[in-house]
């Protein structure tokens, strides 16, 4: 069993990251920065295979963020808790994962594997990216034939031409209902990032919304 150390510089066409001492509980008060780097050309995919980090709505305590490329890229998306996100997605061959733990309750923390894929690869493994066009359409894995799959988080980073304001409309909309849409549910941000302060709304059930 490999031993995780806090961080590294990571590369190849495939490997696999963990946090500190896992699967022992991680250390408090810690910062782990990963750089991975894979084949020029291709994407970096990475997908949790297993994750337990201090458990928080909005994870503001322990949390694990990705960023496209090395250096100041765009958040891809934080989490926390038990439940493992979908298979994340860099826009080149860079990504970095960083997970930060406070004073308090820790878990085992997490291991995950990276691998290089083709660009705009898309199939059940993963699904989001980034979206640049002034108008174009997405949709969530299987549509329509069959369900979208169960435990994946999609994020899509929309961006308009400088000075345009971007507009989304849903033409269709099936999503598990529930009153405070806590299971499944789309969210929409304002900004680059999935940032609570910043959410415009949050959607379930099976009317679209205006």
């Known amino acids: 069993?490999?031993?995780?150390?806090?961080?590294?510089?990571?590369?190849?066409?495939?490997?696999?990251?963990?946090?500190?001492?896992?699967?022992?509980?991680?250390?408090?008060?810690?910062?782990?920065?990963?750089?991975?780097?894979?084949?020029?050309?291709?994407?970096v995919v990475l997908s949790f295979r297993y994750l337990d980090?201090?458990?928080?709505?909005?994870?503001?305590?322990?949390?694990v963020d990705i960023y496209n490329g090395h250096a100041n890229g765009q958040r891809i998306g934080r989490f926390c808790g038990t439940v493992?996100?979908?298979?994340?997605?860099?826009?080149?061959?860079?990504?970095?994962?960083?997970?930060?733990?406070?004073?308090?309750?820790?878990?085992?923390?997490?291991?995950?594997?990276?691998?290089?894929?083709?660009?705009?690869?898309?199939?059940?493994?993963?699904?989001?990216g980034r979206l640049e066009k002034p108008s174009g359409s997405f949709q969530t894995p299987n549509w329509p034939e069959r369900d979208y799959p169960a435990g994946v988080t999609c994020s899509w980073h929309?961006?308009?031409?400088?000075?345009?304001?971007?507009?989304?409309?849903?033409?269709?909309?099936d999503v598990e209902r529930d009153n405070y849409c806590r299971y499944d549910y789309v969210a929409v941000f304002n900004g680059g990032e999935i940032n609570d302060a910043k959410r415009i709304g949050k959607y379930c059930g099976d009317s679209p919304p205006a």
């Open 158 to 173: 929309i961006i308009a031409p400088k000075n345009q304001l971007i507009e989304l409309k849903f033409e269709k909309f």
């Open 53 to 63: 980090l201090e458990s928080d709505n909005l994870c503001r305590y322990d949390f």
């Open 84 to 128: 493992k996100p979908g298979a994340l997605v860099s826009n080149s061959n860079k990504m970095l994962v960083q997970m930060t733990s406070d004073a308090n309750t820790a878990g085992s923390g997490f291991i995950a594997k990276f691998s290089a894929a083709e660009p705009h690869e898309r199939g059940d493994q993963y699904c989001g």
């Open 1 to 43: 069993r490999p031993t995780f150390a806090c961080g590294g510089v990571v590369s190849g066409e495939s490997g696999f990251i963990g946090s500190e001492g896992f699967p022992g509980v991680y250390p408090p008060n810690s910062k782990c920065t990963w750089k991975i780097t894979v084949p020029e050309g291709k994407v």
